[in-house]
């Protein structure tokens, strides 16, 4: 499945999580509150459920206005304030958590997957396989943020690269392959 399309009609997100796309910076806000109302997304309320192919077609307005950096730095929003239960107290776990997260904020039907493939601690990487219809430098911003903020504290290193020699969403493909190193 390609980037910005829906998996199945009649799939809602969350208000909160459009408003955090929203505010995740001050440059480009009227912009991106534009796109949304033009796709009739113009009122929203944190509590309320919205059509998940409208806000993909806002989000592909924002992509070709704003383009990859902003993607990439509104994906590092999603995750940056967010409260963490007590058990996510590693890197692994919170990695985990990212498709916990997709799915509360998501409903009434398929909406793909963040599955964590392969976790090796000793050797400092990570694998994450993102199966989703949303724009894969938002996806690899949302990774980097949880990595940033769970990697021990003895690393000095935090990447997240999208795996060139594996499918991409970019290229019409189903997925995107993370290789995540600290």
Same mark, same amino acid.
């Given at each position: 499945?390609?980037?910005?399309?829906?998996?199945?009609?009649?799939?809602?997100? !969350?208000?909160?999580? /459009?408003? @955090?796309?929203?505010?995740?910076? =001050?440059?480009? &806000?009227?912009? &991106? #509150?534009?796109?949304?109302?033009?796709?009739?997304?113009?009122? *929203?309320?944190?509590?309320? #459920?919205?059509?998940?192919?409208? #806000?993909? !077609?806002?989000? &592909?307005?924002?992509?070709?206005?704003?383009?990859? +950096?902003?993607?990439?730095?509104?994906?590092?929003? /999603?995750?940056? %304030?967010?409260?963490? +239960?007590?058990? /996510?107290?590693?890197?692994?776990?919170?990695? !985990?958590?990212?498709?916990?997260?997709?799915?509360? !904020? =998501? &409903?009434?039907?398929?909406?793909?997957?963040?599955?964590?493939?392969?976790?090796? @601690?000793?050797?400092?990487?990570? *694998?994450?396989?993102? =199966? %989703?219809?949303? +724009?894969?430098?938002?996806?690899?911003?949302?990774?980097?943020?949880?990595?940033?903020?769970?990697?021990?504290?003895?690393?000095? *290193?935090?990447?997240? %690269?999208?795996?060139?020699?594996?499918?991409?969403?970019?290229?019409?493909?189903?997925?995107?392959?993370?290789? /995540?190193?600290?």
């Amino acid at each position: 499945m390609t980037q910005f399309v829906p998996f199945e009609k009649g799939v809602e997100v !969350n208000g909160q999580t /459009i408003l @955090a796309v929203v505010y995740a910076l =001050h440059a480009g &806000r009227d912009t &991106r #509150w534009g796109i949304l109302e033009k796709h009739g997304l113009g009122n *929203i309320q944190p509590d309320q #459920w919205y059509s998940q192919e409208k #806000w993909l !077609n806002a989000f &592909r307005d924002i992509s070709k206005h704003l383009g990859d +950096p902003t993607l990439f730095v509104i994906g590092k929003a /999603i995750p940056e %304030n967010a409260l963490f +239960p007590p058990e /996510i107290d590693s890197l692994e776990k919170a990695l !985990n958590s990212i498709d916990i997260a997709y799915h509360m !904020n =998501h &409903r009434g039907g398929e909406i793909g997957s963040y599955k964590l493939t392969s976790f090796d @601690a000793a050797k400092r990487e990570a *694998i994450m396989v993102c =199966h %989703n219809p949303y +724009p894969s430098e938002f996806d690899r911003g949302i990774i980097t943020t949880m990595l940033r903020k769970f990697k021990p504290k003895d690393s000095y *290193i935090a990447e997240v %690269n999208l795996d060139q020699t594996k499918e991409t969403r970019q290229e019409g493909k189903e997925t995107c392959t993370y290789i /995540i190193t600290w």
